[in-house]
């Protein structure tokens, strides 16, 4: 019975450890407080519509979080995003193309514009902050150029299907979210590619010095980042079911909210898919949850941020009463003895 | 070595770019020549040859588009060179760039849209004061005082009370609203609140069941509306949006909506843009109506005032403000509505020299 107890308690401390479990915590918090103060919260059609919006936030996240786990970072994934909206919705609407060509034309935009921040980033060596600041604004040029500022609405219907129905009440957006992020996990804790990705970023030096070619593992992660931000925008647009230029202005904040929220270290070297999975949650609980509670229109922004403070101030606290727990054991070994 | 391969290639797509952008505007100028060929063969007296207008939008939008097309129709009709300048970004800094080197190029008119409200007062100060530059406001107003010489706008507390006027009537003057505003920063999304609790403040059985703002994205629109649709699952009967993002959003999430909860349950709504996807909601019976802006007279009536202001015409009185009008668009009038907007932009311009200048 005792060595049961012990058992259980060391599962739990095993448990509490890991990285997410605050963010995890913070969720489930939130979600019981919003669905106690709010009949509507629960609700299939609202949950529905987080999954959905859950979905999208987790792949901006992740588009971001490809180049934070190799130490860079990405400003211009929104107008990725953008322009492949734009693209896929040129070739649907004025070019007459399939949804499937449109698709592909669509990913190869995302894939080819980060590839060149990538190979610029590797070849001249700029920092990515510059070049991805640079490419935005010539991303940003080509989405008003080919745009004009129209959006496209001939959108085929059968498009919309992943982006408006679900399986088992859970929207196919989602489903799609969570196989990528398993995959992922999959990726960078049990394959040599993944592994060296993550080595690339947690010290460069040391990573070039055991043979891993960092420069191509940073044009991955950048292609990787394009990827992710052109699937975003399609998804975008099978969701709302039309193509609208200005898709992606606002992802900055989101990708590097949900990434790092969700453990994705700032300095590079760690990814965690089930911290990504519950911030994208966690953000998405806040937002919609304080339109539930009808919060003051003019305090909302208020809210939400100290909402997120405490959300994640929960890891440093979990720290702090660590390390005094830990004082109060070593003071209490030293009376002992 | 690969370094230099690519900062050769990279200076090789410079110059290429830099090359492409000179083309673009070479064939702009040959344009603009163009242009002013035809006119002075065709209306050579009416040219006033001091005044150079400019016309100025932030960001490229389909509603800049709109009044860009009021723009070249005043060109086709007076024979003065306009130029037309779109920006880059929605920034006040950007736009004052963009100004000041406009003003270099020897422009003394200006119809431009304001990015800030307060922050374009200081632009125009330096321009009016130090370089005698006539400007007029279109699609928005500054805040005041300010040294533009006129507004061309839409009144937008009128044009959101008419929305939720026509709302009510078609709501059968009872049931409950959803009010969804965009920015709170700007001084109009205020003004719009107003003429909408104004409006439903006339009819004792229609309430506001909720208010929605701080969208300033269509992305941030869909979000939020489907929120609060959740959150009064049922409850809502009509649907306000005062916002040009708002209504594309609405748009967007009902017909997702009726898809979900069916559609035996009719939610009214209105809005204000003429964004073809809005359009299609409309004839599609998505949304009910939306407000269209008189933005071929934002662009036609701001070129003539300056135009006026360059022959030496003055400000009459404390005139300031023309509401350039609007018109609710139903399914029954989606094809006839521009026509109502010109008969207004006429009136408008046949007034000009009798209710807002004088010699």
Known sequence: ???????????????????????????????????????????????????????????????????????????????????????AGYCMEVLHFSSFTAVIIGLLVGIMAGFINGIIITGLGINSFVVTLATSFIFTGLINGVSQGYPYNEIPSGFTVLGREGFLGIPFLLWLAILVLVILGYFFKYTVTGRRVLATGGNKEAAKMSGVNTKRMIILA????????????????????????STGSDWMVISFAVAVIGGTALKGGVFNPIGVFFAGFLIVIVKNGLVMLNANIYYEQTYLGLILLLAVSLDSIKDLLNVRKLKRDLKDEKQTK | MKRKTMAALLILVMVLGTVGCTSGSDSEDKKTDTSEETTSEETLGSVDSDTVIAWYAPAPHSYFDEVKKGVEQFVEDTGMEVIIQIGADWTQASENEKVEALIAQGVNALAIYPCDASGANGLYEEITEKMDVNVVNFGTDTSHPTTASFAVATDVKQAAYDATVALIEMMGEEGNILNVLEVLEDP???????????????????????????????????????????????????????????????????????????DEKHIYAVGIDTDSGVMNAIENGIIDATIAQNSFGHGYISCMLLKYLGEGYQVKGDA??????????????????????????????????????EK
């Open chain 1, 1 to 87: 019975m005792i060595k049961k107890n012990v058992k259980n308690e060391k599962t739990i401390k095993i448990l509490f450890a890991r990285n997410e479990v605050t963010v995890v915590l913070a969720v489930l918090v939130l979600g019981l407080f919003f669905s106690i103060f709010s009949d509507s919260f629960l609700t299939s059609y609202n949950m529905f519509n987080l999954g959905r919006t859950v979905a999208i936030y987790i792949f901006i996240a992740i588009g971001q979080a490809m180049v934070v786990i190799v130490g860079g970072m990405n400003l211009s994934l929104g107008y990725i995003g953008g322009m492949t909206v734009v693209a």
């Open chain 1, 222 to 245: 950048n292609i990787c980042s394009g990827l992710f931000a052109a699937t975003a925008g399609l998804l975008w647009i099978s969701r709302t079911g039309s193509a609208q230029p």
């Open chain 2, 188 to 262: 109009n999304t205020a003004l719009r609140k107003e003429g909408v609790e104004e409006a439903v403040a006339n009819y004792p059985n229609v309430e506001i069941i909720q208010e929605i703002a701080g969208i300033q994205t269509q992305e941030e629109a869909v979000n939020k509306i489907e929120s609060a649709l959740s959150a009064n699952l049922g409850k809502i009967d009509g649907m306000i949006c005062t916002g040009m993002e708002a209504t594309v959003g609405m748009s967007q999430i009902l017909s997702d909506y009726y898809e979900k909860q069916g």
């Open chain 2, 320 to 357: 300031y403000f023309i509401d350039s009008g609007n018109v609710l668009v139903t399914v029954d009038n989606i094809d006839s509505y521009e026509q109502n907007l010109e008969e207004v932009t006429q009136d408008i311009l046949d007034r000009l020299t009798t209710d807002y200048l």
